[in-house]
């Protein structure tokens, strides 16, 4: 497919996702505004359709016959980025962009099955700067942007195994579409490696995605939930445009292998009082083994000059990311009239090591608080609002760890407001 394919999916796939400064390395501290709104705690609950994605083995856990769920999102990110060429600092473009998910849950066999499906966008990363290029080659205003997300749609189902372990699973497809934009060092080995190139990159792929978890209650008044998601691997193609000083504009066939990583959640929710819930999720993510570095193949040039030098360039991006885990605590009170006061909190480690720090990835986000409200109108209709904040400590980048130190002795500061909507209708 060509660039203008790929820009066409990259719109239809900002309905459902924005590009953004996410939280978690790159992944999103909850999903639609009930969950979000107590600080993205939900492997324990059974009250919102985006159980499919943090624990199908909730599914069957859920109130009545299912449930249908639509949620709209909006990031309003603040990112900024300074350099020896940009030394006072430079805003990113922080225009607000869309977010969403839907998801429905049926129940049969008196309530022991569940059968759910969802499409849900957990996941991103994103930055656009007009800032100074590195000299001599690409001195005066150059553009770097980035633009990388994972959409999964989720076909799931769940069973009641006893009146209090209940188990699901989902099966389903990954999309993932990578955006790169803006002056860059070349990588690979060979007598192009340090090359100064201006280049553009858009890549997307599937893959199959899955997951699997339980719930089990422990007591009337307290439920433990456990979920795994699996290790998604895409191999991305598309095209690249690049400009070398002194050889002239190219084009490259693509290749670009994306790893998401796996994870592991442990999740509590306990009514500590008849109005009162509060909860906590654990999650280990997997981002040493994901993310140790990007992988672009470069092949079929269109420029024969650049052909006689390198037919073909693999390219390898270093990223080592550490592990992380996150820990997520949440409360609820319900008030008179079906209405409910939401509160949480998140915190995790950043996963991305200073050296590997560029203005592409920027994901530094380690806290997020969040509130939300949610009230039942009409008998049926449940409508939720939440709204949360992330912000990490500024970073600073001595020695870049990328060949041409394009990145070194850099800064940077990032921080993210996220508002939330969601309409429910229980069956």
Same mark, same amino acid.
């Given at each position: ?138 001195? !005066? ?32 497809? !990954?999309?993932? $579409? ?91 929710? $306990? ?15 997997? +981002? ?32 080592? +990311? ?15 009239? $079906? ?20 203005? +592409? ?67």
């Amino acid at each position: 497919m060509k660039r203008h394919g790929w820009k066409l999916f990259a719109l239809c796939g900002m309905l459902s996702w924005s590009a953004t400064a996410s939280a978690d390395g790159v992944i999103r501290d909850g999903l639609g505004a009930r969950s979000t709104g107590r600080g993205g705690t939900n492997i324990a609950f059974a009250d919102t359709g985006v159980i499919i994605y943090d624990n199908p083995g909730g599914m069957t856990n859920v109130a009545g016959c299912g449930l249908a769920e639509a949620g709209f999102d909006i990031l309003l990110p603040s990112t900024v980025y300074g350099d020896a060429d940009n030394p006072g600092g430079v805003d990113g473009a922080d225009n607000p962009f869309p977010a969403g998910q839907v998801s429905i849950i049926r129940k049969f066999n008196g309530g022991r099955l569940a059968l759910g499906a969802g499409f849900f966008a957990p996941a991103g990363f994103g930055s656009d700067y007009l800032m100074n290029g590195p000299a001599p080659f690409f001195t !005066g205003p150059q553009q770097y942007k980035s633009l990388g997300m994972m959409m999964k749609l989720l076909p799931g189902a769940a069973y009641q195994v006893t009146d209090r372990l209940s188990v699901g699973a989902t099966l389903g497809v !990954g999309i993932n $579409h990578m955006e790169l934009e803006g002056p860059y060092s070349l990588q690979s080995p060979g007598q192009l490696q340090g090359t100064p190139a201006l280049f553009d990159l858009q890549a997307t792929g599937a893959a199959p995605v899955w997951s699997v978890g339980m719930q089990y209650k422990a007591s009337k008044r307290t439920t433990l939930g456990l979920t795994y998601i699996a290790e998604t691997r895409f191999h991305n193609h598309g095209d690249t445009v690049m400009q070398i000083p002194g050889i002239g504009v190219n084009e490259y066939q693509t290749d670009l292998q994306v790893t998401w990583p796996q994870s592991l959640g442990l999740g509590v929710k $306990h009514k500590l009082l008849p109005q009162l819930t509060v909860a906590a999720d654990v999650i280990w993510f997997d +981002w040493s083994n994901a993310k140790e570095s990007y992988t672009a193949s470069f092949s079929e040039p269109t420029n024969p000059v650049v052909g006689s030098l390198a037919p073909t360039l693999t390219e390898e991006y270093p990223l080592n +990311w550490r592990d992380s885990v996150t820990v997520r605590l949440g409360s609820e009170y319900y008030l008179c009239g $079906h209405r409910t006061l939401r509160a949480g909190y998140v915190y995790h480690r950043n996963p991305i090591p200073d050296e590997t720090l560029t203005p +592409w990835i920027q994901t530094t986000l380690e806290h997020g608080v969040s509130a939300g409200y949610g009230w039942r109108f009409n008998r049926v209709w449940n409508l939720d609002v939440a709204y949360q904040f992330n912000w990490g400590n500024p970073r600073n980048v001595g020695d870049s760890s990328f060949i041409g130190d394009d990145f070194s002795n850099s800064r940077m500061v990032t921080e993210a407001h996220w508002a939330y909507f969601s309409v429910m209708r229980p069956f």
